[in-house]
């Protein structure tokens, strides 16, 4: 935008204004810093403050460093800076959020509710593509302040709104306010508290407590030496960052300049075409995290996204980077990259968020998801801010290193990735502690399993070290 580029760009004799590849990448790159440390505090935050709470002064930390941006007159430093600090808050938000709605939602429409985060975060960018389409041809400093400064209403709806709303019944319980737990759970599924359902959740909830309270505390770094530990804290660290390496957010920092470059006449609209897609996918992929399992969903998108990022980088670097068929080359790369959203909007977008929500035991539930949120935010910076330089050295070719990634992420999935559609939280911990094959693991039968076996995420099971066990009758609180 005119004014923002006057104020923060570099001047040339012409009297044009342009940023070098260390201010924009500093520029677009620091909020996605202060993220990755926003997200590994708030782990901390969630276990002393609680999730609504730590959700309540994430948002209020966006604020501020909302304040700090569009406040900005001539430094571009200092608009960077309040970017980091509205990151802190971000960062920490993409790691409660997703957790207070794991830990509150009915286990059958869970996966849907954690992917409506990923819903929500396309509802805003494509807000924002609209915003800016409708500021971009201001010539005052309205043009950029408007944009940023909207923000700060959604952080006082979120930081506010989350107050009136009540606690994790988990974390209630957990806090040793079990009323308070059973009457939550009751109420966000539509039961009465002492419903057999509501009553089923709580025993499970309770059983694993005790299992955990069994043992001497906690330490930080049995999130990687319990059992079966390193293997889920390492498989969500690698599911968040591979959300980034798909590519995805190459497209939405950097559209408006791929699509100026492509001869487009107003990037801005194709930046609203992407933003578009990105929404209407996002809702058909509710629809498939509900439906389906998470793993094919997994598999067939980065399947999907490798393809499109393939062509992507052959067809700019043999036609538009050449100057062969510009505009047969740009129609093209529009259209691929409409079908890439699409495809991480119905399945990566959506689905990495819930498959880490219902990753890890309770006890350890807040520094892992800190940890694997971190690395999302960590590649997130690092994509965001090298992708000036690498583009300026290979051009389209850059999409090649998406494609493998993609490739990359398919097999981790196939191999690692349990099928955790329609189980409890509980029952997909047991899943992992006793290592059942993730290739077979959605015909797993819990209701087969030994009971007497302890399968709690701190000690190994009978079953696991091949001990005989009979089966012991459970009971309800109801029976």
């Not at 509710?113 to 975060?121: K, M, N, T």
């Not at 959604?154 to 974390?171: D, K, M, N, Q, T």
């Not at 539509?190 to 309770?206: C, F, H, K, M, Y």
Request: aromatic share 12%.
């Amino acid at each position: 935008m005119e004014d923002y580029a006057r104020r923060f760009g570099t001047s040339h004799p012409d009297g044009t204004f342009t940023f070098t590849p260390v201010r924009q990448g500093s520029i677009v790159a620091l909020l996605c810093a202060g993220a990755l440390f926003g997200s590994l505090i708030a782990g901390k935050m969630a276990d002393q403050l609680g999730r609504r709470v730590g959700i309540s002064v994430s948002a209020f930390s966006c604020c501020i460093g909302i304040i700090i941006e569009i406040s900005s007159t001539t430094a571009w430093h200092q608009f960077a800076i309040g970017r980091f600090v509205n990151g802190l808050g971000i960062g920490s938000l993409s790691v409660l959020v997703p957790m207070y709605q794991s830990e509150s939602s009915p286990t059958i429409i869970r996966g849907m509710l954690v992917a409506s985060y990923q819903l929500f975060i396309t509802l805003g960018i494509w807000t924002a593509e609209m915003i800016n389409y409708g500021t971009e041809t201001q010539h005052s400093s309205s043009s950029w302040r408007i944009p940023n400064g909207m923000s700060f209403l959604w952080a006082l709806i979120l930081g506010g709104g989350i107050l009136f709303l009540p606690e994790s019944p988990r974390f209630a319980y957990r806090q040793g306010r079990k009323e308070e737990a059973r009457n939550t759970m009751g109420k966000l599924a539509g039961l009465a508290p002492d419903s057999r359902s509501v009553s089923n959740q709580i025993t499970e909830i309770r059983v694993k407590l005790d299992e955990e309270r069994a043992g001497v505390d906690t330490k930080w770094y049995e999130i990687f030496t319990g059992p079966k530990m390193f293997y889920r804290t390492m498989l969500g660290i690698v599911l968040q960052a591979g959300q980034q390496l798909t590519g995805a957010n190459f497209f939405f920092y950097y559209g408006t300049t791929i699509f100026q470059g492509v001869g487009l006449p107003n990037s801005y609209v194709a930046q609203i075409i992407l933003g578009s897609v990105n929404v209407i996918c996002t809702f058909a992929g509710l629809y498939v995290v509900q439906r389906c399992g998470r793993r094919n969903a997994l598999m067939f998108g980065a399947a999907w996204m490798m393809m499109c990022f393939l062509i992507y980088a052959f067809i700019g670097h043999f036609l538009l980077n050449t100057g062969k068929s510009p505009e047969t080359g740009g129609n093209v790369l529009v259209v691929f990259s409409c079908l890439f959203i699409a495809a991480f909007a119905a399945t990566w977008g959506p689905l990495v968020w819930a498959v880490v929500a219902e990753l890890y035991p309770a006890r350890y539930r807040a520094p892992c998801m800190a940890l694997a949120t971190a690395s999302n935010w960590l590649w997130n910076f690092l994509i965001s801010f090298f992708t000036e330089f690498i583009v300026s050295d290979i051009d389209y070719l850059y999409g090649l290193v998406f494609a493998g990634c993609c490739a990359g992420l398919f097999l981790v999935v196939f191999f690692f990735v349990i099928e955790s559609k329609d189980r409890s939280l509980e029952e997909i911990d047991t899943m992992y502690v006793l290592g059942v094959d993730p290739i077979t693991s959605a015909k797993w039968d819990g209701s087969k399993l030994l009971a007497s076996a302890d399968t709690s995420s701190r000690t190994l099971s009978q079953v696991e070290r091949g001990a005989t066990a009979q089966r012991v009758p459970t009971r309800t609180v109801e029976e």
